[in-house]
Each structure stands twice: as structure tokens, then as C-alpha cells.
T-cell receptor, first 112, second 113 residues
Framework: RKEVEQDPGPFNVPEGATVAFNCTYS??????FFWYRQDCRKEPKLLMS???SGNEDGRFTAQLNRASQYISLLIRDSKLSDSATYLC?????????????FGAGTILRVKS | NAGVTQTPKFQVLKTGQSMTLQCAQD?????MYWYRQDPGMGLRLIYY???????DKGEVPNGYNVSRLNKREFSLRLESAAPSQTSVYFC????????????FGSGTQLSVL
């Protein structure tokens, strides 16, 4: 089983739609969780961290469910510019140091 | 402010050839990383350097060597390239151990024929 698993998609949604992605992780001792965004043929960039209490940044909401070992990303009022691949990223444990583990990504396509 | 600069952007090699991917950051970061990205696999860590003078293996180190030349530079060397090393390579850096915000270079598309 992969350490971090994501539905590869693609998710095809119209502008203005709300879309949600889930990501599951296998190591229950995982410490930190993040969402990165990667545009086609570009480098990944940090979108947001995921905190236990959940967190929101504009149209983006991230949540963590430790009991079920998944994190989620909700995008409201989708824009064409949200089209990208969204990478779930986990730090497996304190002993793992800062070796982040990346999921394979979920492709989002927002269409007009 | 250039951030993380990675060269070359594209490279084609024949099996058995060697090459070095260069990476430099101007953010005074301690930690630097080399990842490869393959379709359906996500980014996989090849090697990392927590600080100047130290390097450690990641998930997929076989076939690669690295050098942390100084605090700014972290190079990745393929001594004898194989077709399985065809991939997109990303260098990244972060300010300190455990920081989640990685700054990535723009990537190197490497093809080994």
C-alpha cells in the first residue's frame, strides 16, 4: 500500500462549482499534512497546510481526519485558474525528519 | 531574488553517459533535496542534505550520487545513465529541518535513450 494515496481524477467541473478531493495516508503516526499545487510542466508550490482543527484560505478549505487517516481539500466557486494538479503531502513521523512524502496528485480541470 | 535555480532544463543522454544536474539557492536555506517525478508516481526523494557537509539517501538513491558543495549548491550526478532514469527532476530547498514549505527549482526533463 502506498504511503499517500490520491484519486488521480481528472475532476472536470464547470466554473463556479464546488469540488472536493480526499487523500489517505497509511502511517497513523504521521505528523504534518499539506496540499501543494502543480501546474502543467511546472514546479510544485505550497497551497496550504492542514491543521487538526481545519483551516480555510479564501475559497480553499483543508481538513484532517486522523481517525480515518485522510485529509481533504475543498475548493468553492472554482475558477479556470484553479485547473492544476493538487498534491497531498505528508510527513510520516518525527523520526522521518523533514522527508516529505508526496501523493501522485489529483488533476482538476475547470471549464467555462 | 532567483530562489532555486536548476540547470539544465532539458537533457537527452544515451545509455551509459554521465551528467550532473546543478542546483543553487540564494535563500540561505539549510536543507536541500533532489526529487524525481514520474507519471502516476508522485515525487520521490532521491537524496537530501539537511545541512552543508551532510547528505542522506532518500527513497530511490540507486544510480545517483550527490554533492553538497557549499550551503548554496547541491548537485545530482548520474554516473551511467539508464533508460529507467528518464524522468523530471526537481531540486528543492527549505529553511530548516521540518519546515513544510519547499521551494522548488523549475525542473529538468531528462530522457535517456
Amino acid at each position: 500500500r502506498k504511503e499517500v494515496e490520491q484519486d488521480p481524477g481528472p475532476f472536470n467541473v464547470p466554473e463556479g462549482a464546488t469540488v472536493a478531493f480526499n487523500c489517505t495516508y497509511s502511517n497513523s503516526a504521521s505528523q504534518s499534512f499539506f496540499w501543494y499545487r502543480q501546474d502543467c510542466r511546472k514546479e510544485p508550490k505550497l497551497l496550504m497546510s492542514v491543521y487538526s482543527s481545519g483551516n480555510e484560505d479564501g475559497r480553499f478549505t483543508a481538513q484532517l481526519n486522523r481517525a480515518s487517516q485522510y485529509i481533504s481539500l475543498l475548493i468553492r466557486d472554482s475558477k479556470l485558474s484553479d485547473s492544476a494538479t493538487y498534491l497531498c503531502v505528508v510527513t510520516p513521523s518525527l523520526e522521518y525528519g523533514n522527508k516529505l512524502v508526496f501523493g501522485a496528485g489529483t488533476i482538476l480541470r475547470v471549464k467555462s | 531574488n532567483a530562489g532555486v535555480t536548476q540547470t539544465p532544463k532539458f537533457q537527452v543522454l544515451k545509455t551509459g553517459q554521465s551528467m550532473t544536474l546543478q542546483c543553487a539557492q540564494d535563500m540561505n536555506h539549510n536543507s536541500m533535496y533532489w526529487y524525481r517525478q514520474d507519471p502516476g508516481m508522485g515525487l520521490r526523494l532521491i537524496y537530501y542534505s539537511a545541512s552543508e557537509g551532510t547528505t542522506d539517501k532518500g527513497e530511490v538513491p540507486n544510480g545517483y550520487n550527490v554533492s553538497r558543495l557549499n550551503k548554496r549548491e547541491f548537485s545530482l550526478r548520474l554516473e551511467s545513465a539508464a533508460p529507467s532514469q528518464t524522468s523530471v527532476y526537481f531540486c528543492a530547498s527549505t529553511s530548516n529541518r521540518g519546515s513544510e514549505k519547499l521551494f522548488f527549482g523549475s525542473g529538468t526533463q531528462l530522457s535517456v535513450l
